[in-house]
């Protein structure tokens, strides 16, 4: 086994505490969920957990440094995802006037697709993966095998917990949809927590 049994038992705690804590990941996904229902929600959990394994692997193979040593490069990445996530804001205006069948029909593949594109375009979480991670590898074993086996069970916590959350917030959606009145508001809603993770990202510190 890659990594130690009680590294794995200290990893587990610390890595579904950080899991819970509401983020950019978790908002997203409540987003979806609210505005397109369950297929919506898990689609952009989905979308969200495979751009945090992608994350992983960069943060492994130490692509991390390139934008660590490379100012210009993480400001092109975190400046594209704020512009991205405020096109899905006006995306979100536009869906809550359609009606509760028009917002059904949104592909999940869009939908998986803009969580990949959020999650990737997030410059911090790679950086956070090569902070959090580290912490629990041994150093006298082989260090990719660890750091992989590490972050895919973060990424499985982040998925259950997303998962949950979209759930959630579907079953809250579909009761504001069946009003074309809720259903525009319900727009607005997601519009603005899209704003939100943008305004976010625009004003974090490198």
């Given at each position: 086994?890659?990594v ?11 890595a579904?505490?950080l899991?819970?804590?509401?983020g950019?990941?978790?908002m997203?996904t ?10 919506a929600?898990?689609?952009?959990n989905?979308g969200?957990?495979?751009g945090?394994m992608?994350?992983v692997l960069l943060?492994a193979l130490g692509?991390?440094?390139v934008?660590k040593t ?15 996530l ?8 536009r869906s ?8 059904a ?6 939908i998986f697709r803009e969580a990949?594109?959020v999650?990737?375009l ?5 950086f956070?993966i090569l902070s959090?991670l580290p ?8 260090v990719?095998p660890?750091?992989?086996l590490?972050?895919l069970?973060?990424?499985?916590g982040g998925?259950v917990?997303?998962?949950?959350v979209g759930g959630?917030?579907?079953t ?5 949809a069946?009003?074309?009145?809720l259903?525009?508001?319900?727009g607005?809603?997601?519009a ?6 943008a ?7 490198r």
């Amino acid at each position: 086994m890659p990594v130690e049994a009680l590294t794995l038992l200290a990893f587990l705690p610390a890595a579904l505490a950080l899991n819970l804590t509401p983020g950019a990941d978790m908002m997203f996904t409540l987003g979806q969920g609210l505005k397109g229902g369950w297929r919506a929600g898990q689609a952009a959990n989905l979308g969200i957990a495979v751009g945090c394994m992608v994350h992983v692997l960069l943060a492994a193979l130490g692509l991390a440094a390139v934008l660590k040593t490379h100012p210009a490069a993480f400001e092109a990445v975190r400046w594209a995802g704020v512009l991205y996530l405020l096109w899905l804001a006006v995306q979100s205006l536009r869906s809550g006037i359609a009606t509760p069948k028009e917002v059904a029909k949104q592909s999940s593949l869009r939908i998986f697709r803009e969580a990949l594109v959020v999650n990737l375009l997030n410059p911090k979480v790679i950086f956070f993966i090569l902070s959090f991670l580290p912490q629990f590898v041994d150093p006298s074993r082989p260090v990719l095998p660890q750091f992989l086996l590490l972050g895919l069970v973060f990424c499985a916590g982040g998925f259950v917990v997303n998962g949950i959350v979209g759930g959630f917030a579907s079953t809250i959606g579909a009761k504001l949809a069946a009003s074309a009145r809720l259903s525009r508001w319900l727009g607005r809603v997601t519009a603005g927590i899209f704003t939100m993770l943008a305004l976010r990202l625009a004003v974090m510190e490198r």
